[in-house]
């Protein structure tokens, strides 16, 4: 049974950092792209980031360029979010999904298992 379990956020205030874990389960991570995705309150879901399976390629939304941080840990099959110089702009609830290909799709509707999110709330 595949499984994504996202674990770290929390509160921070602006100019702090959070790192974000997605646990997998079920499936090899390193065999499927896997990425982050958030949504605000009143927003509509957004990516945040994505790395391929053999973490060749590696995206960041516009917004994110420079602060945030995606890697991969194999042995502990898990995928990480390291999120420095948060603004109040970045909270949101956070996803981690898995793709159905190895390589990044452009499309949310090519990841097809979903986390169930954890809260970032950047305030002071």
């Known amino acids: 049974q595949v499984q994504l379990v996202e674990s770290g956020g929390g509160l921070v205030q602006p100019g702090g950092s959070l790192r974000l874990s997605c646990a997998a389960s079920?499936?090899?991570?390193?065999?499927?792209?896997v990425a982050w995705f958030r949504q605000g309150t009143g927003k509509e879901r957004e990516e945040v980031s994505c790395?391929?399976?053999?973490?060749?390629?590696?995206r960041y939304a516009d917004s994110v360029k420079g602060r945030f941080t995606i890697s991969r840990d194999n042995a502990k099959n898990t995928v990480y979010l390291q999120m420095n110089s948060l603004k109040t702009e970045d909270t949101a609830v956070y996803y981690c999904a898995r793709g159905l290909y190895i390589g990044c799709s452009e499309t949310q509707s090519f990841f097809n298992y979903w986390g169930q999110g954890t809260q970032v709330t950047v305030s002071s």
């Open positions: 079920g499936f090899t991570l390193d065999k499927r792209s």
């Open positions: 790395i391929s399976g053999p973490s060749k390629f590696i």
